[in-house]
């Protein structure tokens, strides 16, 4: 349903003030334009031995000198924040770079010297639609959001759980799989998404995170790709269950929940979105005023993107809508009954 590279907009003024009042724009090294000054890579392999996206890049020996002191500085920036020097028994292992994206990521991977510990952070091109992804979902989903961008640098912590697509072919299957909680969860994810107008949720774009419960084990989706945020043109590309990787558990979904049973998990989503919203009042507030008055999208894809949501939701509300902005603002008070 994507298929072409979405156009980059600028970090504005006023989204900068946003952020450095809500303390995520921070003074850390501009690292970007650097890492992209690579002199040879080679595929990544996964664990298993199988060929990723990613590709493992190589530097220079005197840049990578100058490298290395600058990424755990802001590994430690990411993680601790404010000045430290818990940072010099971490080491810069390894450097992947995912040409597939559009926002052109860097995975870096740190090790802890004295454990051999690893986790991972992005170094990515700043972009004002993601930014915006970013922040909708530290204040409108139950997941906790950290990144930081300084210029043309964006950094995002590492978000842990198991591939979607990998999850689809290999743990859904499992007959110990509890089918109806990962229905549940699919179908509060696919909510979730379509009231904040994130869009192109294919399984590559989340992960599964598995928790063992008391009793059961408990599981939750998470997007991992904030780049389609409030940007494409077609109403469908914002509901997860229209992309072709998920009719595996989309169908799923059909076969062990009825439709009364869907409208309650649809109406539980609501009104936890509806708390969150309300108790970030504020920040809410202003952060949608400032993507308003923000250009994240070509004006066709507005006008297209209200006529479809106008069509769903037998309503002329959208109908002034001019931006991006304005019609995210407008979807998420008609959903939640703001």
């Given at each position: 349903?994507?298929?072409?590279?979405?156009?980059?907009?600028?970090?504005?003024?006023?989204?900068?003030?946003?952020?450095?009042?809500?303390?995520?724009?921070?003074?850390?090294?501009?690292?970007?334009?650097?890492?992209?000054?690579?002199?040879?890579?080679?595929?990544?392999?996964?664990?298993?031995?199988?060929?990723t996206l990613w590709l493992t890049v190589y530097y220079?020996?005197?840049?990578?000198?100058?490298?290395?002191?600058?990424?755990?500085?802001?590994?430690?920036?990411?993680?601790?924040?404010?000045?430290?020097?818990?940072?010099?028994?971490?080491?810069?292992?390894?450097?992947?770079?995912?040409?597939?994206?559009?926002?052109?990521?860097?995975?870096?991977?740190?090790?802890?010297?004295?454990?051999?510990?690893?986790?991972?952070?992005?170094?990515?091109?700043?972009?004002?639609?993601?930014?915006?992804?970013?922040?909708?979902?530290?204040?409108?989903?139950?997941?906790?959001?950290?990144?930081?961008?300084?210029?043309?640098?964006?950094?995002?912590?590492?978000?842990?759980?198991?591939?979607?697509?990998?999850?689809?072919?290999n743990h859904l299957p499992r007959p110990e799989l509890?089918?109806?909680?990962?229905?549940?969860?699919?179908?509060?994810?696919?909510?979730?998404?379509?009231?904040?107008?994130?869009?192109?949720?294919?399984?590559?774009?989340?992960?599964?995170?598995?928790?063992p419960d008391f009793e059961e084990v408990q599981y939750?989706?998470?997007?991992?790709?904030?780049?389609?945020?409030?940007?494409?043109?077609?109403?469908?590309?914002?509901?997860?269950?229209?992309?072709?990787?998920?009719?595996?558990?989309?169908?799923?979904?059909?076969?062990?929940?009825?439709?009364?049973?869907?409208?309650?998990?649809?109406?539980?989503?609501?009104?936890?979105?509806?708390?969150?919203?309300?108790?970030?009042?504020?920040?809410?507030?202003?952060?949608?005023?400032?993507?308003?008055?923000?250009?994240?999208?070509?004006?066709?894809?507005?006008?297209?993107?209200?006529?479809?949501?106008?069509?769903?939701?037998?309503?002329?509300?959208?109908?002034?809508?001019?931006?991006?902005?304005?019609?995210?603002?407008?979807?998420?008070?008609?959903?939640?009954?703001?």
């Amino acid at each position: 349903m994507i298929s072409r590279r979405k156009i980059k907009y600028e970090v504005s003024a006023p989204l900068r003030q946003y952020l450095y009042h809500f303390d995520r724009l921070r003074d850390i090294p501009l690292v970007y334009d650097d890492l992209a000054r690579f002199v040879g890579s080679m595929p990544y392999e996964d664990p298993r031995g199988k060929e990723t996206l990613w590709l493992t890049v190589y530097y220079d020996p005197d840049l990578m000198a100058e490298l290395r002191p600058k990424l755990t500085k802001i590994y430690a920036e990411l993680k601790i924040g404010g000045e430290t020097d818990l940072h010099e028994h971490l080491t810069v292992d390894r450097i992947d770079f995912g040409e597939f994206g559009n926002s052109r990521p860097f995975r870096i991977r740190i090790t802890n010297l004295y454990n051999d510990n690893s986790d991972y952070f992005y170094v990515k091109q700043a972009d004002a639609s993601r930014i915006y992804g970013l922040e909708l979902e530290h204040i409108l989903s139950p997941n906790r959001i950290n990144y930081l961008v300084n210029g043309n640098t964006l950094i995002e912590e590492h978000i842990a759980g198991v591939p979607g697509d990998v999850f689809l072919a290999n743990h859904l299957p499992r007959p110990e799989l509890n089918k109806v909680r990962i229905a549940k969860e699919f179908t509060k994810f696919n909510e979730r998404c379509f009231i904040r107008l994130l869009g192109d949720m294919r399984s590559v774009n989340y992960v599964v995170d598995i928790t063992p419960d008391f009793e059961e084990v408990q599981y939750r989706v998470r997007p991992i790709d904030f780049d389609q945020q409030s940007y494409e043109r077609r109403g469908k590309t914002y509901l997860a269950y229209r992309f072709d990787s998920n009719k595996t558990v989309t169908k799923l979904a059909f076969d062990v929940l009825n439709r009364k049973t869907i409208d309650q998990y649809v109406a539980e989503e609501h009104a936890q979105m509806t708390r969150r919203a309300k108790v970030e009042g504020g920040r809410l507030k202003g952060l949608l005023g400032i993507m308003r008055r923000d250009e994240i999208a070509p004006s066709h894809h507005v006008a297209s993107l209200a006529a479809d949501l106008a069509k769903y939701h037998h309503t002329d509300i959208f109908r002034d809508c001019t931006t991006m902005g304005e019609l995210t603002a407008a979807h998420v008070a008609h959903m939640l009954e703001l």
